[in-house]
């Protein structure tokens, strides 16, 4: 009989997709093994219709399987509520991109932020490190094809900044690029529709989107929010830069930028008008988006959604 693998993560508009997005990744590449996958938290109909054509069931609560694997993905745990879940079930990896869940009782810790191994100090639990990060197939098939492309003129930017534009920046930025290209295509993913118009460029927007790969494929540049689409972009080889929504986000911009793989626009709380050109007319220079697609190449690993789930089942074989 199959052993259970169960995702412990939420996808709604609320917390956003990105930990529902990269545990679907890691379910999908685990039914080629020998377990039955299965979600449980709470979902909106985009990611249960993503479930749904995944063939992955799901449940609102969890229930008790001590015969189960649990991967929990949520920035809003505590020792209490791990160690609750642990009790329900036979083994509990957490993903833990702050360092934050160094529990006794927990069975693997996974981090895979770009240099990962130089702030968290390792054991025998960790998987650590961007070659482990979970980059969909869909993301594999885009990288391999932009793997020789230099930078060319930009002539569309793609703008992601979450869920929750929190500190309202989104307007800010769109009239700063508008003053700063022309005939570029900027196109808008966000829960709240922009209110201001351009004069020098075209604008587009949308709420959420079914297929992100679709969406890095179709742009030259990407604008984040500091959460992983600055990794997938990356990944895809698209010049990337981040206005960070977080304090914890904006440490992460600052390590992939250390190496050479995003911009940092700052904090989106600190934000002027006057510091975001300045920051984002060296973005879009051409010797700096030619030097971030040169390390992009090897920064990231094209491999590294195998690497993942190989650890993974090392790591739960070693421990039970």
Known sequence: MNRRFLFYCDGNELVGFGH????LTIATELK??????????NYDRFSIERLSAADIP???????DMSAIVLVDSYHQTEASLLA?????????VI???????FSFLDGIINVRVAAEQFVTPTDKHILGVKYFPFSPELRAI?????SIQALPVTSILIALGAKDRFKVMDV???TLDSLVCDVNLTILSAEKPVVSCKNNTLKYFSFVENMADFYQEHDVVISGGGSIKYEAGFCMRANAAISQTVEQRHDTLLLQQHNVCFDLGLSEEVTPVTLKQSLASFLDEKIRIAQLQCMQTVYCSESLTHLVNMIMRVINVRN
Not at 35 to 40: A, K, L, Q, T
């Open 85 to 93: 879940i642990k009790h329900l079930c036979m083994s509990v990896l």
């Open 32 to 41: 080629k093994y020998p377990f039955e996958v299965s979600f449980c938290g």
């Open 20 to 23: 529902f997005s990269r545990c």
């Open 143 to 147: 990288r391999h094809n932009n793997l």
């Open 173 to 175: 930025l769109i009239e």
């Open 58 to 64: 799901y449940n609102a609560k969890m229930s008790a």
């Open 96 to 102: 833990d991109d702050f360092d934050q869940y160094r």
